[in-house]
C-alpha cells in the first residue's frame, strides 16, 4: 500500500464510535479564538518524509491542534514548543507548524498511536488496538527507518508492542525515560522523550535546551 493511499484509509475510519463523537463535537463546538475555522474533525494521519530514517510517534491529536489543522502535532503550544527545538537541530525547514499547507518540511516522518483526539487525552485499551494497524502498515511503508522517537510514554510503549509481535521482547526491560536509548532486536533504536506538552514544558520537566539537544544527537545519525 501507497502512503496517500493509507492515508485516505485512515481519514475515513470510524472504528472507535466514542472517539468519531467526541472529534466531531470538537469541530462543531470549536474554540472561541478559532471560531473562523473549518474545523478538520477526522481522523489525522502521519505526514513527513517517506524515505527518512527516522520517525517522531506521538499519543494523538490535540483538540484544537492536530483535530483543527488536519496534521499532527500542527496549531497547539505542544507543536509551538516541539517545532522550534526541531529547527534548531537541524530537523525542520522553519520553526514553526501552524497549517497543513505552511511550508514545512521535516527531516522526518511525524504521526501518531491513535489518530483521533480522545477524551481527556486518554484513548482505552481497544482505541489503541483498533488503531495499532495504522501504525503497523505506516512502518511497513516507511522501510528506512531507525530511529523511533517515542514522545511521552503511550508512544514509546506503542512502538514496543509492535516489535513485540515478531521479536519475544518484554515491556518491562524497557523503561520509558527522557533519554532512554535501545537498540531492538529488529536493529531499531528506540529513543525515549517527555513529551512537548504545556505542563511539561511549564513546570521544568522539559526544557527547550533538553529537548533540543535529544535532536541534535539524532540529526547527526541520519
Known amino acids: 500500500m ?3 493511499n493509507l492515508s485516505k484509509t485512515i481519514i475515513t475510519c470510524k472504528a472507535c464510535p466514542r472517539l468519531v463523537t467526541f472529534r466531531s463535537k470538537i469541530a462543531s463546538d470549536k474554540r472561541k479564538s478559532y471560531k473562523n475555522w473549518d474545523y478538520w474533525g477526522k481522523p489525522v494521519p502521519g505526514y513527513g518524509n517517506i524515505n527518512s530514517k527516522m520517525m517522531i510517534l506521538g499519543l494523538a491529536p490535540a483538540a484544537h491542534g492536530g483535530n483543527r ?9 505542544s507543536a509551538e514548543f516541539l517545532f522550534k527545538c526541531l529547527y534548531n537541530a537541524g530537523l525542520a525547514n ?13 527531516n522526518g ?18 482505541e489503541r488496538s483498533n488503531c ?10 516507511l522501510k528506512n527507518i531507525k530511529i523511533v522517537i517515542g514522545l511521552g510514554k503511550i508512544g514509546f510503549e506503542s512502538y ?4 513485540r509481535k515478531s521479536y519475544p521482547i518484554k515491556m518491562k526491560d524497557y523503561k520509558f525515560t527522557h533519554g532512554a536509548r535501545y537498540k531492538l532486536p529488529n536493529k531499531v533504536y528506540l529513543i525515549g522523550s517527555y513529551h512537548p506538552s504545556p505542563r511539561n514544558v511549564n513546570t521544568g520537566k522539559l526544557t527547550f535546551e533538553m529537548m533540543t539537544k535529544l535532536f541534535s544527537v539524532i540529526q547527526k545519525e541520519l
Open 2 to 4: 501507497k502512503l496517500d
Open 69 to 77: 489543522t488536519g496534521r499532527v502535532f500542527t496549531g497547539d503550544k
Open 94 to 106: 522553519q520553526s514553526f507548524s501552524n497549517h497543513r499547507n505552511d511550508g514545512l518540511k521535516l
Open 109 to 126: 516522518f511525524m504521526t501518531a498511536a491513535v489518530k483521533c483526539v480522545p477524551p481527556g487525552d486518554k484513548p482505552t485499551a481497544e
Open 132 to 141: 495499532e494497524i495504522f501504525l503497523e502498515q505506516e512502518f511497513k511503508i
Open 160 to 163: 514496543l508492542k509492535l516489535v
